[in-house]
């Protein structure tokens, strides 16, 4: 995407849809770096942080969740035509999240066994990530995401260059860091080597597998992964269930995912 120089006081509006606000509050968890950011930009719809909502058109939106509902499915398009610059924020978002475990079952079936008056939920049958339903110009993934990924993409924006962001997988954090691989070592379960870089290789630094929060990588090798997982003793249910977590809808994830049903 290329870099856009925006206004001196740009508009910066922060979006939910289906998620659990999570990428919202690593925002939020910015705390000095924020107050940086407010000082230059103009916080026009941020219900976490404010009150104030004041009438686009948007320099940035930030949007967070997957499109679940009509209504949500409508919406999104009201805020892609108000918006210069429309940012998909964390795993909901970028690639349906969780929820879209849903876009494999029969949702009626489950909406008919949990609510006592099903007739009253009105949902779509699969979570989508925004980019099925509206042109997006940037995506942070993450199950949350980054905090310092945003600020270095918001600062980036502010003064019109490309962000820098990690291209690479999550077994370069490892190396980087010097963290023994938890699945060459101790034979542990990793999606490290499909896996997008961003979190700072958080789970191997605690001697644990990546679990895929920031989704795939480009041209990831899921096969070769799943046939050494199951080298390690993984059965077909363990090794779709690895797929299916944060990025299920991801389409490298649930298409490994699909060879194990």
Same mark, same amino acid.
């Given at each position: 995407?290329?870099?856009?120089?925006?206004?001196?006081?740009?508009?910066?509006?922060?979006?939910?849809?289906?998620?659990?606000d999570?990428?919202?509050?690593?925002?939020?968890?910015?705390?000095?770096?924020?107050?940086?950011?407010?000082?230059? %930009?103009?916080?026009?719809y941020?219900?976490? !942080?404010?009150?104030?909502?004041?009438?686009?058109?948007?320099?940035?939106?930030?949007?967070?969740?997957?499109?679940?509902?009509?209504?949500?499915?409508?919406?999104?398009?009201?805020?892609?035509?108000?918006?210069?610059?429309?940012?998909?924020?964390? *795993?909901? *978002?970028t690639?349906?999240?969780?929820?879209?475990?849903?876009?494999?079952?029969?949702?009626?079936?489950?909406?008919?066994? %949990?609510?006592?008056?099903?007739?009253?939920?009105?949902?779509?049958?699969?979570?989508?990530?925004?980019?099925?339903?509206?042109?997006?110009?940037?995506?942070?993934?993450? &199950?949350?995401?980054?905090?310092?990924?945003?600020?270095?993409?918001?600062?980036?924006?502010?003064?019109?260059?490309?962000?820098?962001?990690?291209d690479?997988?999550?077994?370069?954090? &490892?190396?980087?860091?010097?963290?023994?691989c938890?699945? %060459?070592?101790?034979?542990?379960? &990793?999606?490290?080597?499909?896996?997008?870089?961003?979190?700072?290789?958080?789970?191997?630094?605690?001697?644990?597998?990546?679990?895929?929060?920031?989704?795939?990588?480009?041209?990831?090798? $899921?096969?070769?992964? !799943?046939?050494?997982?199951?080298?390690?003793?993984?059965?077909?249910?363990?090794?779709?269930?690895?797929?299916? $977590?944060?990025?299920?809808a991801? !389409?490298?994830?649930?298409?490994?995912?699909?060879?194990?049903?």
């Open positions: 995407m290329a870099a856009q120089k925006i206004s001196a006081k740009p508009k910066l509006a922060v979006w939910k849809f289906s998620s659990c999570g990428c919202q509050l690593s925002l939020l968890g910015c705390e000095d770096e924020l107050l940086a950011v407010a000082d230059r %930009v103009e916080f026009a941020f219900l976490e !942080a404010t009150r104030a909502q004041i009438k686009g058109p948007y320099d940035i939106s930030l949007v967070e969740g997957s499109i679940t509902t009509a209504e949500e499915e409508e919406r999104i398009h009201k805020i892609r035509r108000q918006s210069k610059v429309l940012i998909t924020i964390g *795993a909901c *978002a690639a349906g999240g969780i929820q879209a475990l849903k876009n494999f079952a029969d949702v009626d079936e489950f909406i008919r066994t %949990v609510y006592a008056h099903p007739e009253f939920i009105k949902t779509l049958q699969k979570s989508t990530a925004i980019a099925d339903h509206v042109k997006v110009d940037m995506e942070l993934r993450g &199950c949350p995401i980054d905090k310092k990924q945003l600020l270095e993409v918001l600062g980036a924006y502010l003064i019109g260059r490309k962000p820098n962001l990690p690479q997988s999550q077994c370069m954090e &490892c190396k980087l860091a010097g963290t023994v938890v699945m %060459v070592a101790k034979g542990q379960a &990793c999606l490290g080597p499909v896996t997008h870089a961003g979190c700072g290789n958080l789970c191997p630094s605690f001697d644990r597998g990546c679990y895929g929060c920031f989704g795939p990588k480009e041209l990831p090798n $899921t096969s070769a992964l !799943a046939a050494r997982l199951g080298e390690l003793g993984l059965d077909d249910k363990q090794r779709r269930d690895l797929f299916r $977590t944060f990025n299920t991801a !389409a490298p994830f649930m298409k490994e995912s699909l060879n194990y049903d």
